[in-house]
């Protein structure tokens, strides 16, 4: 029985969550039918690993598509924070396409960083208790926990906003950031694109998050967040992240940390979710907030848009 497998049989099969909850909360997977869809992919040829496991015990699991040879490799992150689940499906959205049409380079693809958060925010889903999950199962924010400019102190708004998570107790303190840092400290270069898939609003952020100022390199990511951006229809907003809240640095993001790795990143928040003035079931309702209605539909643009800027293809 491979890891997988045994992680599946850990869960009990569930109502899905289309029939479980009201439709206008959107067609996602549950967790259980996402560890059915890896599996699944594994077998239509994407090379499948459990790179590590969640504080909880759940596989972290690892894509690799293309070619074998690394140089030139790209990186895709998903589902570092819980309730940001289109990035879930984007990631996946990613697999598919570049098993549909071979890449030229090699690319590895984490689709879910962090499936206890996903488990937290599916339970509540499924329970109508609308609450916000960010963290993992220690309550840490996955995306502070990163090397780069990491700070042992949470910034003011996590001291305010504590469900937003502490930054952990050392750099990849974390299992699930532990995953991806091994493979990044023990590679060699070969990883020069990537991008983590969140969701909070249409934006592109480039580097830097935990720091003043702008990269050298600033222009010419730039330029890349243009091009993914052009495909997207041209309604993203490109900025620095640490522009995001001014004044507010987000240490030891996953951003930083791959920009000082020498890759490329670009750190996609890829839907405006549901929230809406007009529709106030949305104001309370966190997990909404986050995630469109149609998460295939979106899903799959951002694919699209993703895929020359990861694989330098036209
Ligand atoms: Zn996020």
């Known amino acids: 029985m491979t890891d997988l497998e045994a992680a599946l049989r850990a869960h009990e099969p569930e109502p899905s969550l289309a029939s479980d909850v009201p439709i206008e909360w959107g067609r996602y997977a549950s967790y259980r039918e996402l560890l059915q869809g890896f599996a699944l992919r594994e077998r239509e040829g994407a090379r499948l690993s459990i790179a590590g496991r969640s504080v909880q015990g759940e596989p972290i699991v690892r894509f690799e598509l293309g070619p074998e040879t690394k140089a030139g490799s790209a990186l895709v992150l998903g589902g570092i924070h819980a309730m940001e689940w289109i990035g879930v499906e984007s990631a996946l959205a990613l697999v598919d396409s570049l098993l549909a049409d071979r890449p030229a380079r090699r690319v590895v693809i984490y689709p879910l960083l962090n499936p206890d958060g996903y488990r937290a925010a599916e339970a509540n889903l499924r329970a109508r208790r609308f609450r916000f999950v960010r963290a993992n199962a220690n309550g840490v924010d996955l995306n502070r926990n990163w090397h780069t400019d990491w700070r ?151 694919a699209a848009a993703l895929r020359p800027f990861l694989l330098d293809e036209p």
């Open 152 to 302: 042992p102190r949470k910034p003011f708004y996590q001291r305010v906003f504590t469900f937003l998570g502490t930054p952990g107790a050392r750099p990849s303190s974390e299992p699930e950031v532990a995953a991806v840092t091994r493979e990044l400290d023990a590679s060699r270069g070969e990883f020069v694109r990537g991008t983590s898939l969140h969701s909070f609003g249409g934006m592109l952020l480039l580097p830097y998050g935990g720091r003043f100022g702008r990269p050298p390199d600033y222009d010419a990511l730039h330029a890349h967040a243009r091009g993914v951006n052009a495909r997207l229809g041209g309604r993203y907003t490109i900025r620095a992240s640490s522009a995001w809240v001014p004044g507010q640095f987000a240490h030891g993001m996953e951003l930083d940390d791959l920009h000082a790795r020498g890759i490329s990143p670009i750190l996609v928040e890829c839907a405006w979710g549901q929230l809406s003035l007009w529709r106030p079931s949305t104001w309370l309702h966190p997990w909404r907030w986050f995630n469109p209605v149609d998460p295939e539909v979106q899903a799959t643009r951002i």
